[in-house]
């Protein structure tokens, strides 16, 4: 069991998403950055969907109840066990009676907090998924608050091993770590130029010539105004040819619309199931953790990938992470 001292400013739990009830209007939500969300679990002996807390910007304060096996993937959000600081990317074992906390955000924007056994909350439409806007998944159906208690669900074999393992190495410690840590590779926050892989979207042709050549050629910034629903970009205003109604059709986790005030907004895991704005560009699936990690303020720019790119190297990556998997399901043994 973890009690929640403090929440931090958005913590929410989350799996990979809600699928299957897009046709119902139902959004798929999910975790925002879905590499550190899987790595995060195979560190600690789960399957790969099992629900974790997803932490943005400031991190929350946790009381654990008991000893507990965790990692800790995705952007820093400076976290300390009694004062100690935590490596992340790694396997921890927690002390009973120990506080994890997080300061401030060094890199990245979004944390990932996976417990052995994953956060046991209801099921929803087949997702613990929290969607906040309708207030259903997760948590009660909403971000973590003071007084909360999480309870973890049955730890898988390779979970109790690594427990068992790691066990004699606590002694008088608030924590002990595995002594070996996932590769800078599969770390999408250590790229200092956030250079996004786009697709041309299906409406590409309809913007003029200028807001074609601005789109590709210059930087973006993230907007303040930007939630897990989608990033609102300012930069140069793209426009179309000409004015024209569309109808609206189906968008994706990486979608880029634009709307008449020609600001584009990428949208993200709590985006909508349809959009009837023109889509200038849809991000490769590569990409969709290195956009997760972007600050409010930070930069993006777009380079232009085709369809056939794309799907290599999504191919390319999965290979890579069906390797890393592999590695850890060996080393947690």
């Excluded at 929440?7 to 929410?12: Q, Y």
């Excluded at 989350?14 to 999910?30: A, E, H, N, P, T």
């Excluded at 879905?34 to 679990?41: C, L, M, T």
């Excluded at 040819?241 to 020609?262: C, H, K, L, W, Y």
Aim: aromatic share 8%; glycine share 10%; with cysteine.
């Amino acid at each position: 069991m973890i009690k929640v001292a403090k929440p931090g400013l958005l913590s929410t739990v989350q799996d990979l998403g809600r699928y299957g009830f897009q046709k119902y209007g139902v959004i798929v939500s999910g975790s925002m950055d879905p590499i550190a969300h899987r790595i995060s679990n195979w560190l600690v002996g789960n399957a790969e969907n099992e629900s974790v807390l997803e932490m943005t910007l400031t991190g929350p304060v946790l009381e654990f109840q008991e000893n507990c096996l965790i990692s800790i993937c995705g952007g820093d959000l400076s976290p300390s066990i009694d004062g100690q600081p935590v490596p992340l990317w790694r396997s921890v074992l927690v002390k009973k009676g120990s506080t994890l906390k997080f300061g401030g955000c060094k890199s990245g924007a979004r944390g990932y907090l996976a417990i052995a056994g994953g956060i046991d909350v209801p099921l929803v439409m087949n997702s613990r998924s929290t969607y906040l806007r309708a207030e259903i998944g997760g948590f009660d159906g909403r971000s973590l608050k003071e007084g909360d208690t999480l309870e973890s669900g049955v730890l898988q074999e390779d979970s109790k091993e690594m427990v068992e393992y790691l066990t004699p190495y606590l002694e008088d410690k608030p924590f002990t770590e595995i002594d070996w840590s996932i590769s800078s590779e599969f770390i999408s926050i250590h790229q200092t130029e956030k250079a996004v892989r786009v697709i041309e979207g299906p409406e590409y042709a309809l913007f003029n010539e200028e807001s074609r050549e601005a789109f590709f050629e210059n930087p973006f910034k993230v907007s303040p105004q930007s939630d897990r629903m989608g990033y609102r970009l300012q930069g140069p205003q793209l426009s179309l040819e000409q004015d024209r109604n569309m109808i609206s059709e189906a968008v994706s986790f990486g979608t880029i619309q634009v709307p008449s005030d020609g600001n584009p907004i990428i949208l993200l895991a709590d985006r909508q199931t349809t959009g009837g704005y023109p889509r200038i560009g849809q991000v490769a699936a590569v990409d969709l953790s290195l956009i997760a990690q972007t600050k409010p303020g930070e930069e993006l720019s777009f380079t232009a990938i085709t369809l056939e790119e794309a799907q290599r190297l999504l191919i390319d990556r999965e290979k890579q992470l069906s390797h890393l998997k592999q590695g850890i399901a060996l080393k947690l043994r």
